[in-house]
T-cell receptor, first 113, second 114 residues
């Protein structure tokens, strides 16, 4: 079955520190991959996407993600976290004959001053 | 502002009430989606409409009834809900229902069933 796993439920970092949020997928073929962010009381906003080509993709708000086929991973990174980055982050995938988005359970990011 | 507007933002209803959630998209998209977001669970896809036709019903109980009168509007009619239906209901739209199509989400309706 297709699945997306975000191993970390909650991560706390200090402002200015680097960040990496993990995402692993299980799909029959290479899926299309997405990262979304959800601020409190808001819907989901797309940060970045990977369809094909360069495995390092740049997104909005200074985020980037790297697709690693060998590890079935699509980890999200940011070199220096800002307090406004505190939110919940969702990894999602779609692909093959299934156009539906499969979401991970999310990682809640807390940023300490 | 994502171009997808949901109303109301908050809704409290009793188990015997009938209410409707509304979603409107201003993006010129042809596919629209309803998701349920509960605490500690992944987003659950409920319904998909592609060019106004329902293409997905993810085993949703009949107390949830979707309606898509045109490609810009999507409703979710609610009746005789249960307390476990309390959740954030998110609407999304995409250019069409394909794998590469990016979904844009509304801010959601927070539903509480008493």
């Amino acid at each position: 079955a297709q699945s997306v796993t975000q191993p970390d439920i909650h991560i706390t970092v200090s402002e200015g520190a680097s960040l990496e949020l993990r995402c692993n997928y299980s799909y029959g073929a290479t899926p299309y991959l997405f990262w979304y962010v959800q601020s409190p009381g808001q819907g989901l906003q797309l940060l970045l996407k990977y369809f094909s080509g360069d495995t390092l993709v740049q997104g909005i708000k200074g985020f980037e993600a790297e697709f690693k086929r060998s590890q079935s991973s699509f980890n999200l990174r940011k070199p220096s976290v800002h307090w406004s980055d505190a939110a919940e982050y969702f990894c999602a995938a779609s692909g093959g004959s299934n156009y539906k988005l499969t979401f991970g359970k999310g990682t809640l990011l807390t940023v300490n001053p | 502002e994502t171009g997808v507007t949901q109303t109301p933002r908050h809704l409290v209803m009793g188990m015997t009430n009938k209410k409707s959630l509304k979603c409107e998209q201003h993006l010129g998209h042809n596919a629209m989606y309803w998701y349920k977001q509960s605490a500690k669970k992944p987003l659950e896809l409920m319904f998909v409409y592609n060019f106004k036709e329902q293409t997905e019903n993810n085993s949703v109980p009949s107390r949830f009834s979707p309606e898509c009168p045109n490609s810009s509007h999507l409703f979710l009619h609610l009746h005789t809900l249960q307390p476990e239906d309390s959740a954030l209901y998110l609407c999304a739209s995409s250019q069409e229902g394909g794998t590469k199509n990016i979904q844009y989400f509304g801010a959601g309706t927070r539903l509480s069933v008493l």
